[in-house]
């Protein structure tokens, strides 16, 4: 049968995403496919067989972030891997019709950089274009969903000249669940195990033990940052500075309680063995999901305790009883919540207050009842979370510092952070699982063998510094710009690094921004007192530059200061800090 006469002919969506924004695009639009009587497939672009890219997928949509300055996100390097071997042929996806979706922010060099990048390699690989690229920019008056919106209508025009046959469904109708979730209702109540490496079936994961978790900031300082130390307990651990561990957080016993009683339905079929067949995709890979009930299920796999985004919302309504006057107008909310055209409002409920998905549950837990079917459509699964290593390697041991997340939000409402939640209730001698994750960070050069490194690190971005430090102190000569708010609550390993300078192997330059008299309140402020210095090491000395820490002002402020240091030496000082990121030179890690 001839494509265009073959409405169920699959469409693959695949994404690259780093913190769930463009997951939940690519799933936003494989449900307004499905709309439209399309079935497509969605995955991360990592997940998705290369032999089916080759043999089997004729309509590819590829939506993708941009993380740091321009660096791929994790879920879709090995993707980008095999694409950019030189020896592929050039006619080698002449089969497929393709476009693609970027998010981006245009305060960032590297604009759009992974989508640019994905998209005119596929072109080179031999792929026709479906409709045009879309590169978004968070920065712009109409925001990422006006691009997004634009982008959606021309690319689904675009899918009915290919698919001349397929026809639109009532949005108000609920479609079939993507996942299949099968409970044993006549079965007696079981006691699941919970441990999530019998649930969780991955080759990658290690088992560990935690030997300390240790405050290391002063008991009356506002931040409780950790030290959390944990010994392998079977496995061999091969990590280097700058690479990450990955742990798996798990929701509290309360908050999975509380979901299942504001849903008595469910909290009635809690404890029955439930199946989940096949694998599902997750964190870039497939696992099996195994010994389940829905308790277990929710406490291990099912995120509860993150902001509700625009998918969560465009199936919700669904389950909501409108036979009420407050039934009909909390399913129309909720609708609303999940269209394009209303992104104010979903901001202002959601992003602006930093509502929870539980906490969504329980204001309209009157009219609302979810299908056990749906839940692993509706909840997004739980995120791996990615934290630098803070030790020098070690074959048994691994170190992460790890600053607990707690706040109050506009609504007066206390948040902590699920990880930070779960690893301060960590004591000695509790099991978990890990990964570790390679970076592939390079501290040496080809053309200088031992290049001084420059770091620049406020807050928990010490903790890789720290590694690089104890692993090439007395082989490469070290400068740490570190910015903390007082010197005696939280300028971190301060001990260490009086060793380390008392054997002339290290030169600090703290950043105090709180204690009375400081002169130099942030890292960048450092930076320009030492600007002889810095220029010196940047373009004299060939040095590696290592910035780490949170990805707001930071970071921005960083590279201005650098290029104001060396402007009287090169004649283009931004270019010059390009080819640094182009070599390896210039090394960026934000969140």
């Known amino acids: ?263 008595p339905h469910l909290l009635e079929i809690a404890d029955k063995p439930l199946t989940v067949p096949g694998k599902i995709d997750v964190d870039g890979g497939f696992v099996e999901l195994r010994l389940l009930t829905l308790r277990t299920l929710i406490a291990n796999h099912l995120d509860i305790m993150s902001i509700p985004r625009r998918s969560f919302f465009s199936l919700l309504f669904h389950f909501v009883d409108d036979s009420t006057e407050d039934g009909s107008r909390e399913k129309e909310k909720l609708k609303e919540f999940g269209n394009l055209e209303d992104s104010e409002e979903l901001y202002n409920y959601a992003n602006r207050p930093r509502r929870l998905i539980l906490e969504t549950i329980m204001e309209f837990e009157k009219n609302l009842h979810i299908p056990i079917e749906y839940v692993l459509d509706l909840f997004p699964l739980i995120k791996v979370r990615l934290f630098l290593i803070a030790s020098k390697p070690s074959p048994t041991s691994v170190l992460l510092l790890v600053g607990i997340v707690e706040y109050k939000t506009m609504l007066r409402r206390i948040r902590r952070g699920l990880c930070t939640k779960w690893i301060k209730q960590l004591a000695e001698g509790d099991k978990l699982l890990f990964s570790v994750h390679k970076s592939n960070i390079k501290f040496l050069l080809p053309q200088v063998p031992a290049p001084p490194i420059l770091m620049i690190a406020p807050g928990t971005g010490l903790a890789p510094m720290k590694s690089l430090i104890e692993s090439s102190a007395g082989t490469q000569d070290l400068y740490l710009f570190y910015g903390c708010r007082y010197r005696e609550k939280d300028y971190l390993f301060a001990d260490l690094w009086t060793q380390y300078e008392q054997k002339g192997q290290l030169k600090t330059f703290p950043a105090i921004s709180r204690d009375a008299g400081s002169k130099y309140k942030y890292v960048q402020d450092k930076l320009h007192a030492e600007k002889e210095l810095v220029a010196d090491l940047l373009v004299n000395q060939n040095a590696i530059v290592f910035v780490c820490g949170s990805s707001g002002k930071m970071p921005r402020e960083v590279r201005i200061t650098l290029v104001e240091a060396i402007k009287e030496l090169v004649p283009d000082a931004d270019q010059f800090l390009l080819n640094m990121e182009n070599q390896g030179k210039y090394i960026q890690e934000t969140w």
């Open 1 to 263: 049968m001839a494509v265009s006469d073959s409405p169920v002919t699959s469409v693959t969506i695949l994404y690259g995403s780093e913190t769930g924004n463009a997951q939940d695009y690519a799933h936003y639009l494989a449900r307004k496919l499905r709309y439209n009587s399309l079935k497509p497939t969605v995955a991360s672009l990592d997940s998705y067989p290369l032999k089916k890219l080759i043999t089997d997928t004729k309509y590819l949509i590829v939506i993708c972030s941009t993380t740091g300055q321009g660096e791929l996100p994790r879920n879709l390097k090995g993707f980008m891997k095999f694409l950019l071997k030189k020896k592929l042929p050039g006619d080698l996806l002449n089969h497929i019709h393709m476009t693609s979706f970027g998010l981006g922010d245009s305060s960032y060099p590297k604009f759009n950089y992974a989508i640019k990048k994905i998209h005119t390699r596929l072109l080179q690989l031999g792929c026709t274009e479906l409709s045009p690229r879309c590169e978004s920019d968070e920065m712009a008056a109409e925001g990422i969903d006006g691009y997004y919106a634009e982008w959606e209508a021309t690319l689904i025009d675009a899918l009915k000249k290919k698919f001349t046959n397929i026809f639109s469904i009532d949005e108000n109708v609920l479609l079939p669940p993507e996942y299949t979730v099968e409970v044993d209702r006549g079965a007696a109540d079981i006691v699941a195990p919970q441990n999530l490496h019998l649930t969780r079936q991955s080759p990658a994961l290690l088992a560990g033990t935690v030997t300390s978790n240790a405050r290391v900031t002063a008991p009356d300082h506002f931040q409780d940052i950790r030290l959390l130390t944990i010994e392998t307990d079977t496995e061999v651990l091969d990590y280097a500075p700058g690479d990450t561990l990955a742990l798996y957080p798990c929701n509290d016993e309360r908050s999975v309680q509380l979901l299942l009683e504001l849903q």
